[in-house]
């Protein structure tokens, strides 16, 4: 194999490891909501949280971010020269 090509398959699973970092992070966090089975009928219960969730802030996926930029910039640089 040609070494730009390991290149790019090195980016491709940068990319994708960021991205099932970045997922299994944001499942790993928990619960979005207090809802539980049995206060559907409470009036105003929702899925939705009260507040904005802070799993989904770039301090706690920030190595996601850095995989993903770091596979991304591997793939374009290889395929522009």
């Not at 979005?32 to 899925?47: E, I, N, P």
């Not at 969730?53 to 591997?74: C, D, E, N, Q, Y």
């Amino acid at each position: 194999m040609d070494s730009s090509i390991v290149l790019i398959w090195i980016g491709a699973l940068l990319i994708l490891c960021g991205v099932v970092y970045g997922a299994a992070q944001a499942l790993r966090a928990g619960r979005l909501s207090d809802a539980r089975r049995g206060q559907a009928s409470r009036k105003g219960a929702s899925l939705e949280p009260q507040q904005s969730p802070r799993s989904f802030s770039f301090k706690t996926h920030w190595p996601a971010f850095v995989m993903i930029l770091l596979g991304g910039i591997l793939i374009f640089t290889e395929t522009a020269f």
